[in-house]
């Protein structure tokens, strides 16, 4: 299927886990003041990142007034979910194909950069040091793999020249059915803001192709543990549960120690990563070809396929190896209530069934004993949003074993306070050899090690080890010399309510 016009069909995910309860409190939440992104996350089978800078800070607020009634809130995008799932039930009791409905969802939000020449004041209204200070200072400390003009005295990411080159402002993202609409967005949008502001960079996104669909290019099955925010959200079994603080700010939870001295009108929005993380899937391959874990009744396809789920944590069907814990098991995998029902607490403990430092286990460690570690764990929770970008591998690829076409995803996600979310989950979490921390039945156990996909030493040396890969000796170390995903870019965004939005567009803030 060609990516650039071809309409894909586009259909509510049965496993999605943000529909809101029947009787949310309308007021305690606001869905026409929230941004659709955040809650209940939009559905797409194409997104564009129009990544920008204000050439003229009165005419872009001016320009705003006439875009804010573009932007799909909370309430149009559960509506756009309603209208998926009746077109799709009505299709299959006829029994006909899939239906396509077309869709333009339109978000937008603003770096830390943007309040000087907006004249919003001082960037502590809202709070976020990291926000403010934006993700290229951060890139050291993130792990992010350094440049070839990086020094011993001087680092800069190993970052596509885009983004090191200009100083964003903000960032619209525009969900859609199909390519051509995404065309028809960049019209509308530059036609908009025509004099206001410049589109510096676009980042393309696309969903892959059925049987791929939901899955990234690695192969692993995508978004299926999203946590389930208390009071709006009805969790399935196992599903992780946070406040609503923990993803909106000026709602119950909210971790930040300095919420209370945020600005009023930053309730309802929220604290948006973005980052363009490209991703070595030969090479990823061919490492899990050279590393099978062998078992005796293992065939060596589910040997591969069992030393890939030990680094994720999940099969690619996304069935959890402390469930599943050596074949795959799709109708696990694809059953919400069961593919997120797991504790890690089955015997025998440890890291028999899954490593302490597969990708799942290092992000949401799930359960622990030591309660002031409870709570840290529920607020460092976040809603993620991702979408893939890039072409599927080319036969030359394939061969070579070595990536030649710039392929990843286009990591999204949001938290009312980056320092406990995403910051926590990649430099406190991923980046830690010694994390999660032991429990009382597991004191001597063997250092866990990196995550093994988004792990990062810092500086030069890409090299990382894990432990929990041989069943036969769990303390061995697996090696990894070579990074399987790398940051190409990316920024810190606050997503303003509507209310905000209006409020600036008016001269108000």
Request: charged letters at 25%.
């Amino acid at each position: 299927m060609s990516s650039t016009d071809d309409t894909m069909v586009l259909t509510a995910p049965p496993t999605r886990s943000t529909i809101p309860l029947s009787q949310a409190d309308s007021e305690t939440f606001d869905f026409d003041d929230i941004q659709g992104d955040v809650y209940p996350s939009f559905p797409k089978n194409f997104e564009w990142f129009f990544f920008f800078t204000i050439k003229n800070p009165k005419a872009f607020k001016a320009d705003l007034a006439n875009f804010i009634p573009k932007i799909a809130t909370a309430a149009k995008t559960l509506e756009a979910l309603k209208e998926i799932s009746a077109a799709k039930i009505t299709a299959s009791n006829a029994h006909e194909s899939k239906p396509t409905i077309p869709l333009r969802l339109y978000q937008m939000a603003l770096t830390g950069k943007s309040f000087y020449p907006l004249g919003l004041g001082a960037t502590e209204n809202i709070r976020d040091k990291y926000w403010a200070d934006g993700q290229l200072v951060d890139a050291y400390d993130l792990g992010d793999r350094p440049g070839s003009e990086s020094t011993e005295t001087k680092y800069e990411p190993d970052w596509d020249p885009v983004w090191l080159k200009h100083q964003l402002h903000g960032v619209i993202l525009c969900a859609t059915h199909s390519y051509g609409e995404c065309q028809l967005a960049e019209i509308e949008i530059k036609k908009i803001f025509k004099d206001s502001m410049n589109i510096v960079n676009i980042v393309k996104g696309r969903v892959r192709d059925e049987p791929e669909r939901g899955h990234e290019h690695f192969g692993f099955n995508d978004g299926i543990s999203q946590p389930a925010m208390r009071g709006l959200v009805n969790p399935h079994p196992g599903q992780l549960q946070c406040d609503p603080g923990v993803i909106l700010i000026g709602h119950n939870g909210e971790p930040n120690p300095e919420a209370s001295s945020r600005a009023p009108w930053t309730k309802n929005s929220s604290m948006m990563v973005f980052r363009q993380l490209k991703q070595f899937v030969p090479e990823f391959n061919t490492f899990l070809k050279k590393n099978p874990t062998k078992l005796e009744k293992l065939t060596e396809e589910q040997a591969i396929a069992l030393t890939g789920a030990k680094l994720f944590g999940r099969f690619k069907s996304g069935a959890p190896i402390d469930l599943v814990s050596e074949i795959d098991d799709p109708e696990i995998g694809s059953d919400p209530d069961k593919n997120n029902n797991f504790n890690y607490q089955a015997s025998p403990l440890g890291q028999t069934r899954c490593p302490y430092a597969a990708h799942i286990r290092k992000m949401a460690p799930r359960f622990t004993t030591n309660e002031p570690l409870e709570k840290v764990l529920e607020q460092s929770l976040i809603i993620r949003a991702a979408i893939t970008y890039g072409d599927e591998l080319c036969e030359m690829e394939k061969i070579a074993e070595q990536t030649v076409e710039d392929r990843g995803l286009c990591f999204v996600c949001y938290q009312s306070f980056l320092q406990t979310g995403f910051i926590r989950q990649q430099k406190t979490w991923g980046n830690s050899i010694n994390f999660p921390p032991p429990e009382e039945h597991d004191q001597h156990r063997p250092t866990p090690g990196f995550d093994p996909i988004i792990g990062n030493g810092i500086g030069s040396n890409r090299s990382r080890t894990m432990t929990g890969t041989n069943p036969e000796m769990l303390s061995q170390s697996l090696s990894i010399l070579t990074d399987f995903v790398v940051a190409r870019g990316g920024e810190y965004f606050w997503v303003p309510s509507i209310s905000a939005l209006k409020m600036i567009s008016e001269g108000q803030i």
